[in-house]
């Protein structure tokens, strides 16, 4: 005898978080993925940085570089989502046709760009990397002395210099709840 069983598929969906270093790109995916996961949702984060050093080792900064790397993350977060998962990618991502190309392929997708002036970039960075570029001893930074194409049409758009935390993950929230991913989800 045969038996069958039908599986209700879900789709799961790409977050795309850009924006320039020190926007809050890692931050928000952070705290959105726990808001998540206690909620019972499936999710993986991929950090732009973590994905470099693991599954882009080698790879330098020239464009066709930088556009390897998010094709790269961009395959893993598709393969993921189709699966089901709700995947937060947090990656510079410098380029729009790139970010398009690969946010085309996902099943679901939400595109947050995450911005603030350069002098608060500058002010919250620890790591002292757009002094040093500043000052020209790191070549080919995005926002200094290499390109970043922030997205013409953002699915939502954050200014972390102006919005709380909270603030912001009420608006991620909302947009998720816009796209019947999650059902009301709150936090503190």
Known sequence: MFVSTIL?????????????????????????????????????????????????KGLGFSRED????????????????????????????????????????????????????LDVLIQRDVKGLYAKALRGEIAQFTGISDPYEPPLHPDVHLRTDLMSLPECLDHLLAALERLDIVVKVSHQ
Do not use: M
């Not at 789709?11 to 931050?27: I, P, Q, R, Y």
């Not at 709700?86 to 939400?110: C, F, N, Q």
């Open 8 to 56: 209700t598929t879900r789709s799961g969906l790409v977050v795309w978080f850009t924006g320039l270093s020190g926007a809050g790109k890692t931050t928000l995916v952070r705290a959105l993925a726990t808001l998540l996961q206690e909620a019972g949702y499936p999710v993986e984060q991929l950090d732009g940085d973590v994905v470099r050093e693991h599954l882009s």
């Open 66 to 117: 930088r556009d390897t790397n998010i094709r790269r993350i961009g395959f893993v977060a598709n393969l993921l989502a189709k699966h089901g998962v709700i995947v937060l990618v947090s990656a510079i991502s410098p380029y729009r046709e790139t970010r398009a190309e690969v946010l085309a392929a996902a099943p679901r997708k939400l595109e947050v760009f995450v911005e603030a002036p």
